[in-house]
């Protein structure tokens, strides 16, 4: 760190990414990307609009929110792209919180709620998972504090349905509560067509998962037009530019092209009831997941143990030396043929 570091960032930690080794060809489970390539669609659109590079992309991203909007059934003011969904995160943050509007979330979920707080130097509340892991919903009744919830929540995969995500924002009329929906295409329902009954709800959503554009660097938001107003202040006043035109493009054709998606996602599913099936015969216990991942631990072999033994396999999973979890593995569900190395492998260190 240099002398002339701003003080007021000096004791961030920053997040800390999922490996992207280029060393070596590892099969990558470790950061829940797509196995599937973007729809070709995507690429030609990209092509496409790189031949306009010299012009600014729309900073009103206006045929990007009406296909969004359009997908989840809202109105397009209700609708904001971003930078990846971790930039709608960040400006949620900026946006409904700070010193007296402080934050809250789970002890254990995406490792980026933290950071933002810290960041915007918001004060942040931790509330325990239950002992089984899942989020109880009583525990963030009336909290006064702006709740950000994960569904399915990461890295558990546990899902709330959309009753329960109902009665958390109804319990909560005076803040804002973030529903960040990065995996739920891989088997639960958006809750956003509940942003037109409630004003206080924000849904947040990716295209770096099921829409396989995570190196696209595309996320949304999806609110009442008058929190979407609130967002763009910040946009604004942070980057007007911030869905690059290449990005845009490929994101529409993707919407265009939805079918490619849902069959993507179908096979995912798919797998991720293989891979749980197979994965409970040789001794694990998981989650119930409805992402794109397991989340598994062993009876007799360690997290840390197994994450090495798979990396020298060749084969990348995430493990987090956090409390409580690090006995577990958050695994990505691949293709099929990844799902059966990532069990050749675990035969072959757990005998
Ligand atoms: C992957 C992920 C995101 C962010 O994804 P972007 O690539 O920034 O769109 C947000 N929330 C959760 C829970 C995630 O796992």
Known sequence: MSRYFSKKYASLTPYEPGEQPRERRYIKLNTNESPFPPSPKAVKAAEEAAKSLHLYSDPTAKKLHKMIAAAYGVGEECVLATNGSDEILNFCFMAFCDKTQTACFPDITYGFYAVFAEL??????????????????????????????????????????PDKIEALVASNRDSVVVIDEAYI????VSAAKLTEKYNNLIVTGT?????????????FGIACPELIEDLNRVKYSTNPYNVNAMTMAAGIATLE???????????????????TKELSKRGFTLTDSKANFVFASHQAFGG?????????????????????IDNYLRITVGAKEECLALLAALDAIIK
Not at 185 to 188: A, E, I, L, N, P
Not at 257 to 271: L, M, R
Not at 304 to 317: C, D, R, T
């Open 120 to 161: 915007n130097g918001v004060p942040y509340e931790k509330i325990p998972l239950k002992e089984d892991l899942t989020v109880d919903i009583s525990d963030y009744a009336g909290k006064g504090s702006t709740i950000f919830i994960a569904n399915p929540n990461a890295p558990t995969g546990i899902y709330l349905s």
């Open 185 to 188: 295409d891989f088997g639960g």
């Open 207 to 219: 295209f770096s998962k099921s829409r396989s554009m995570a190196g696209a660097r595309l996320g």
């Open 257 to 275: 092209d939805a079918a490619y998606t849902a069959s993507n996602c179908a096979v995912i599913v798919e797998n991720r009831h293989f891979l």
């Open 304 to 324: 840390e143990a197994l994450y090495l033994a798979l990396k020298e396999k060749g084969i990348l999973v995430r493990h987090f030396k956090k409390a409580r």
